[in-house]
């Protein structure tokens, strides 16, 4: 039996949460590191769990650690916890299998976008729910973008820059109907780093809400301090 958090919602919330974090730096799994004393995963699970549309959590761990998740969730939001894989979208693949077939709309979300507040959660899951297959937050890309290859004495080249007008930093949460995500999951082949990327690759529309800045992605040390910050300003 899958917990259930509101019955009326309609939306199943899969965190993602089985990476190492290399790029944090040495330590635990990135989604168990601490922000302001409390895991990563935590600051996540309890901002999906305030959100009034989600029925149903399910996270996937790094598979030594499903026990200990387990435990750490038990108090902050009723939540599935199953083993992540290898990628992060086989991770993906083994939250969404536990997913009962009468939720409607499934959303991704990584647990490293440990502030991404309820608004953004509720937005993303009225775009799908207004008829969108698949729905992704997204923000204008600040800096300039350039394509590179490999220049002559191991150095990188500039091959190109792109229009960045046209450009979009991609978050989380990513929103779809089940079956659209469902069917993306069973035909994808080569790993991607995004769920829309599966979709995108079905042909089928993938529809842009605007993101939020809280919503970052705590990946490099310098961004454990930045979402300290922002935990503070609020
Ligand atoms: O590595 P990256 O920052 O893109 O990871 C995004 C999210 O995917 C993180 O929350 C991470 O824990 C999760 N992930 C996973 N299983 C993997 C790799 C990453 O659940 N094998």
Redesign the pocket.
Known sequence: VTPQLNARGDVAVL???????L?LGPGG???LRLLAGEPLLVHAIRRVAASPSVRTIVV?A?AAEVEAVRDLLATVAPVTVVA?????Q???ALALAAVPADVPIVLVH????ALTPPELIESVAAAVRAGHPAVIPVLPVVDTIKEVGPGGDGSETVLGTVDRAVLRSVQTPQGFRHDVLAAAHASASDPL?DDAGLVEKAGLPVTCVPGSDLAL?I?RPLDLVLAEALLHLR
Request: aromatic content about 0%; glycine content about 14%.
């Open positions: 965190v993602p949460a089985a990476g190492a974090g790029r799994p990135k989604a996937a790094p992540g894989g290898a990628e992060r086989e991770s993906v990584d647990a490293a976008r780093t992605k990946t």
